[in-house]
């Protein structure tokens, strides 16, 4: 199963929490027996089973994932149990789905993160990969290419069991057709989920109430957030002006993620599909014009805001305890600035719009990763029990043992954080208009990110000048997803 070179989830909370709070360990779980007894297996048990045939043996059979390097490898592979509990995890749900089927993984490597190295053996015919795990973005191209299958057609994949992501069978599907998929079959989407942390001692310093009540009860609001961020702000050397490698700041956003954000806490997405599955432009409305009114005028208020239009900058601020708020990611919790930071900090979704907003709306990067199936496998019902496994098994350790990990290794700092890591997994957002920029989104594919970058522009003049083009690449693009 060792990979080489291309050649081109509430129940599991509550153990958690109750693990944390009383410092003891899980007694009543089986323990790989090749993990060196370093780490305890987590694990739970869902409520449904894969529905495949019983029996199931492809005798010995190489399964090929075409994958990406380094980070996102990490994602579906372990080379041997090593202690780590989510390596373990990983290594033995392959481990598992190997014994199970009756298959050899073979992990093949990319040339790169963002890859379509798949692309031209299946376009040349030929049976190379049975699986591929790519970057977000990157499964429309494979799709545009007539590179892989509908997933609604590959056999033994059951998009309505709770192991799929719901929001992207929703809302990356066009014309019930959907090219890409995720779920537990790995940790990426909960990876790759934004929220925004904040500094506790500041907000103890500045009088402000922590904001889990608040998220619990509906009522972490859009209003509440600006408030609390535009509350701190200080030239702490006296120069005159404000600069993020020395003073302090209320809120720290990046320019690419916090417009997004804010779009999606409204409950609104670039586009959307309507009821015969046509993709249309649907963000412009009263709402959204009102939040990135008043969330660029925050921004851009430099007394208190910092606005990273590049690099890490206002998380490393965050990081030596100059930063009220700040918008993150999952994994640059776990593996930037965050791993040897001081700073007492919480976690919480990025707030909604107004109370009337159904839910805590997450940004998930359009970097993560999605799987697709390649039109040229030899057994399409092969590829579909596997990949269902995999996904099965993944919610069963992988999840799980990523909660752990974010517990025993306190990238989260108290038990309220973690139970707001599953509020943001459950908001996780995939918006057709950002994760197919090229055919759907186009030039309104971040409205955010532009508006910040130009001052002189409102959401209305950016709308006005680019819906049409837009809307003709909608219609064009429709071309290829209307044909039988």
Same mark, same amino acid.
């Given at each position: 199963m060792k990979p080489r070179k291309n050649r081109l989830y509430a129940a599991i909370l509550i153990s958690l929490l109750t693990l944390s709070s009383c410092g003891g360990t899980i007694s009543d779980t089986e323990t790989d027996e090749t993990s060196n007894d370093t780490a305890d297996e987590v694990t739970t048990e869902a409520a449904e089973k894969p529905e495949i045939p019983e029996n199931t043996n492809y005798e010995g059979y190489t399964f090929r994932i075409l994958t990406r390097p380094g980070m996102r490898l990490d994602e579906v592979y372990a080379e041997e149990a090593n202690g780590d509990i989510l390596s373990d995890s990983i290594h033995k749900r392959n481990r598992e789905v190997e014994d199970k089927l009756g298959v050899k993984f073979d992990f093949i490597v990319s040339s790169s993160d963002y890859e379509t190295d798949g692309l031209s053996p299946i376009l040349a015919g030929e049976d190379e990969y049975d699986a591929i795990s790519?970057?977000? +973005?990157?499964?429309?191209?494979y799709a545009q290419n007539k590179a892989v299958?509908?997933?609604?057609?590959?056999?033994?994949?059951?998009?309505?069991?709770?192991?799929?992501? $719901?929001?992207?069978?929703?809302?990356?599907?066009?014309?019930? *057709?959907?090219? /890409?998929?995720?779920?537990?079959?790995?940790?990426?989407?909960?990876?790759?989920?934004?929220?925004?942390?904040?500094?506790?001692? #500041?907000?103890?310093?500045?009088?402000?109430?922590?904001?889990?009540?608040?998220?619990?009860? /509906?009522?972490?609001?859009?209003?509440?957030?600006?408030?609390?961020?535009?509350?701190?702000?200080?030239?702490l050397n006296g120069d005159g002006k404000m600069d993020i490698a020395d003073d302090l700041f209320g809120y720290g956003a990046h320019m690419w993620m916090g417009g997004v954000e804010a779009l999606y806490s409204t409950g609104s997405r670039v586009v959307t599909t309507d009821s015969e599955g046509y993709p249309r432009l649907s963000f412009y409305n009263e709402k959204v014009v009102d939040i990135y009114d008043r969330y660029t005028a925050l921004v851009r208020s430099s007394e208190c805001c910092h606005l990273q239009p590049m690099g890490d900058d206002y998380l490393c601020a965050f990081c030596s305890g100059r930063v009220g708020m700040a918008d993150t990611n999952i994994r640059s919790m776990i593996e930037g600035h965050f791993r040897d930071a001081d700073v007492d900090y919480g976690f919480v979704p990025f707030p909604k719009y107004d109370e009337n907003v159904e839910k805590y709306y997450s940004f998930v990067?359009?970097?993560?990763?999605?799987?697709?199936?390649?039109?040229?496998?030899?057994?399409?019902? +092969?590829?579909?029990?596997?990949?269902?496994?995999?996904?099965?098994?993944?919610? *069963?350790? &992988?999840?799980?043992?990523?909660?752990?990990?974010?517990?025993?290794?306190?990238?989260? +700092?108290? $038990?309220?954080?973690?139970?707001?890591?599953?509020?943001?997994?459950?908001?996780?957002?995939?918006?057709?208009?950002?994760?197919?920029?090229?055919?759907?989104? /186009?030039?309104?594919?971040?409205?955010?990110?532009?508006?910040?970058?130009?001052?002189?522009?409102?959401?209305?003049? #950016?709308?006005?000048?680019?819906?049409?083009?837009?809307?003709?690449? &909608?219609?064009?693009?429709? &071309?290829?997803? #209307?044909?039988?």
């Open positions: 790519t970057c977000g +973005r990157l499964s429309f191209v299958m509908n997933i609604f057609d590959v056999p033994y994949i059951d998009l309505d069991k709770s192991w799929w992501n $719901e929001d992207i069978v929703d809302n990356l599907s066009i014309n019930e *057709k959907l090219y /890409g998929v995720s779920g537990d079959i790995s940790y990426a989407t909960l990876d790759s989920s934004f929220g925004v942390v904040f500094n506790k001692k #500041l907000f103890d310093d500045y009088g402000l109430e922590y904001p889990y009540e608040m998220v619990l009860d /509906g009522t972490w609001v859009y209003d509440k957030f600006e408030t609390y961020a535009r509350s701190i702000g200080q030239d990067d359009a970097g993560q990763s999605l799987w697709v199936v390649p039109v040229t496998v030899s057994d399409s019902s +092969r590829t579909g029990v596997v990949l269902e496994t995999m996904a099965y098994l993944g919610q *069963k350790y &992988i999840i799980p043992a990523y909660y752990d990990v974010t517990l025993q290794k306190k990238y989260m +700092r108290d $038990e309220m954080s973690i139970e707001m890591l599953e509020i943001v997994k459950d908001g996780a957002t995939f918006d057709l208009g950002y994760y197919n920029s090229e055919q759907f989104g /186009g030039s309104l594919a971040n409205p955010g990110a532009d508006l910040m970058a130009n001052k002189t522009m409102t959401i209305t003049s #950016l709308y006005n000048k680019y819906k049409q083009s837009v809307n003709t690449l &909608i219609d064009k693009s429709m &071309i290829f997803y #209307l044909e039988d």
